[in-house]
């Protein structure tokens, strides 16, 4: 890494440094040379503790990522089917969207988690530094307090002026510096925290964190702003301008935001969800700020504005549950025992292994067909992914059962009774065409 790189600049460093403060006491500074060499073993235990809290950062997040890991490995082992069944849920009913839990990356989580931390403990050990070295770094203060320019606000009824200096704009700058590397850097530390520690879902988890740089950014941008001297009556002539042109020409944009925020804050869908919106079905699979990312049964990725998710319709199959409903129908053949047919089909209904015993499924007849006796089941499953693949084995299963009762599932008959033939035809239709028909 860096650090070895650099040895050749550390080595000279170590031993540049103490022949130097030697050098000042044997020309007789010593009272700066006693001076320096103070400030410098400050420094050096600042740093050893820096590099210990570094070796202990990379150690915390190590064993999250483990732990990560773990659970994850575990989540996934516990849903995953046995193979003939995976095998034949994945033939019967490829559109099926799974329902698990947002795979995590753990690697990158790690990496952002660890780059943050590292970025904080490099902060405190300069301020350390800074604050060791404050007496010596004074003559800095004719740079930093150079007046730049000069404001006046009112305060208390009265105008009081204030100057903006170089070290005032420099703190500003480092502000929004900092601010923007921890809005980067916050979101893998959160998922972390969040989802090991008070064990939340991640759609729960990645709301937090959108909530959490906004206001982030916020307090950043106005702690800039107040260390740059513009306050509130300095911009409310420029946001009262923005508002105008936002009504005009940024009202979707602005709506489609303000639907994200309200759609992480009360959750009508969330990562995972299987929704309807329109005439796209799919799963839900990134809520951002202006829209949201659902990739429907074939795979494709459809992006949605999140304002259709607010002001329009919305099915979510799997908001509070995942029951859904099936609605089978079969048809029998006229004559058939209908008391009979209804036992077995649900004999069979009930023998399916997914079909829950409450709500109980029914059979019942619902209409006389033209050419058969409908009957209509409702059964219900625990999961969306296996509507398809349940249909299907009720549907073979009640196949089998009525073949071997002998019951018929008829198809649709016509019957075609002949009025009228052209001359010709009747003459060499003969005995036929007259007791079909009347010919003419």
């Not at 990739?295 to 259709?308: C, L, Q, R, S, T």
């Amino acid at each position: 890494n860096w650090a070895v790189r650099l040895r050749p600049v550390w080595m000279l460093f170590l031993g540049g440094v103490p022949c130097a403060v030697a050098a000042l006491a044997l020309a007789g500074y010593i009272v700066a040379a006693g001076y320096v060499f103070s400030r410098l073993v400050h420094s050096l235990f600042l740093v050893l503790a820096a590099v210990v809290l570094y070796g202990l950062m990379a150690l915390w997040v190590q064993i999250q990522r483990q732990r990560l890991v773990r659970e994850q490995t575990g989540a996934e082992g516990g849903e995953r089917r046995p193979p003939d069944a995976a095998g034949l849920a994945a033939a019967v009913a490829p559109d099926a969207g799974s329902l698990q839990r947002p795979r995590l990356d753990i690697a990158a989580l790690g990496e952002e988690t660890r780059s943050l931390l590292d970025f904080v403990v490099t902060l405190l050990l300069v301020g350390g530094l800074w604050w060791v070295w404050r007496d010596a770094v004074a003559t800095l203060g004719v740079v930093t307090d150079y007046r730049l320019w000069s404001y006046t606000e009112t305060a208390g009824g009265k105008e009081v002026t204030h100057a903006l200096t170089v070290g005032r704009l420099l703190l500003a700058i480092v502000v929004l510096v900092i601010t923007t590397i921890v809005v980067r850097r916050v979101g893998a530390l959160l998922d972390i925290i969040l989802l090991q520690r008070l064990a939340m879902q991640a759609d729960a988890t990645y709301a937090i964190t959108v909530m959490t740089r906004y206001a982030i950014a916020a307090f950043g941008i106005v702690a800039a702003s107040r260390l740059l001297g513009v306050g509130w009556e300095d911009v409310q002539w420029l946001v009262a301008a923005l508002g105008v042109g936002l009504g005009f020409g940024l009202q979707e944009i602005v709506a489609n935001f303000v639907s994200g925020l309200i759609v992480l804050a009360e959750r009508p869908i969330r990562i995972g969800d299987v929704v309807t919106v329109g005439d796209v079905s799919g799963k839900v699979a990134r809520i951002r700020a202006r829209a949201t990312a659902v990739i429907d049964f074939e795979n494709k990725e459809v992006i949605i504005p999140n304002k259709a998710f607010i002001t329009g319709h919305v099915v979510n199959w799997t908001l509070s549950n995942q029951i859904i409903r099936l609605l089978i129908k079969v048809g029998v053949g006229y004559g058939s025992d209908i008391a009979l047919v209804q036992r077995i089909v649900l004999e069979v209904v009930q023998g399916n292994a997914d079909v829950l015993p409450e709500p109980a499924p029914s059979v019942f007849l619902v209409a006389f067909g033209d050419s058969s006796l409908d009957f209509e089941i409702r059964a219900f499953v625990d999961a969306l992914d296996k509507r398809l693949r349940v249909q299907h084995e009720i549907n073979e299963g009640i196949s089998r059962a009525l073949q071997e009762r002998g019951i018929e599932i008829p198809f649709p008959q016509r019957d075609l009774h002949i009025r009228s033939l052209p001359e010709g035809l009747a003459v060499a239709a003969g005995p036929v065409a007259g007791g079909a028909g009347t010919g003419r």
